[in-house]
C-alpha cells in the first residue's frame, strides 16, 4: 500500500510540473516581400484554455505602437550576428499609454513588421545572401496597465523558430 501511495504522490509531481511547464503562448514568424523589401510578420498564439492579456510596449496619442515586448535576433549565412531594430521609432511629446493584446484562448494575432521600420547593421539594408530570424517576446506586468479594469498581464520569455529568409 505505502508504494502505491508514494507512486502516486510521484505522478501527482510530474503531471503538476507538466501542467506548470506546458507554454499557452506560442510565437510564430513569417516574411513576406514589399515593394521589393523584406518585412515579417510575428503570430501571437494563445493555444491555452485561458483568456490572455499580453503587454505590446507603449501605445502614444497619435496611435503610434511602440511594440518594445518583441526583438530579433539576425545572423548571416556564416552565423554572424547583426544587430537589427524592428521597433517603430517616434517622436514622444506627451503620455504613453499601455499597449494591450487581449488573446482570447484559441486566437491567434499577426502582427505586421513592415520594412520601412526595419534597420539591418549599420546601414539600415541588408547585402544580398541567406539570412536567419528569431523573433522573441518578453511578456511583464506594465506599470501603465489600469489594475482595477483589467486583468495581470501574461508574463514569460518565448521565442519563434528561426525563419531562414533570402535578400536578393
Not at 501527482?12 to 518585412?39: H, M, V, Y
Not at 503610434?64 to 554572424?80: E, H, N, P, R
Not at 523573433?135 to 525563419?163: K, V
Amino acid at each position: 500500500m505505502k508504494t502505491i501511495v508514494t507512486f502516486l504522490a510521484a505522478l501527482s509531481l510530474i503531471a503538476q510540473a507538466f501542467c506548470e511547464n506546458s507554454q499557452p503562448l506560442k510565437l510564430d514568424a513569417a516574411a513576406f516581400r514589399k515593394s521589393g523589401q523584406t518585412g515579417f510578420t510575428v503570430i501571437f498564439q494563445n493555444q491555452g484554455e485561458k483568456d490572455l492579456l499580453l503587454n505590446g510596449g507603449g501605445l502614444l496619442g497619435n496611435g503610434v505602437q511602440m511594440w518594445s515586448s518583441v526583438t530579433a535576433s539576425l545572423t548571416d549565412d556564416d552565423g554572424t550576428s547583426i544587430p537589427v531594430n524592428i521597433e517603430r521609432e517616434s517622436f514622444i511629446a506627451g503620455r504613453v499609454y499601455f499597449l494591450g493584446l487581449p488573446l482570447p484562448a484559441g486566437s491567434r494575432f499577426e502582427l505586421k513588421i513592415d520594412p520601412k521600420y526595419c534597420y539591418f547593421g549599420k546601414f539600415g539594408k541588408l547585402n544580398p545572401g541567406l539570412y536567419h530570424i528569431t523573433f522573441h517576446y518578453h511578456g511583464i506586468q506594465s506599470e501603465s496597465r489600469d489594475r482595477t479594469q483589467l486583468p495581470p498581464c501574461w508574463t514569460g520569455d518565448i521565442q519563434s523558430p528561426t525563419l531562414d529568409f533570402t535578400v536578393l
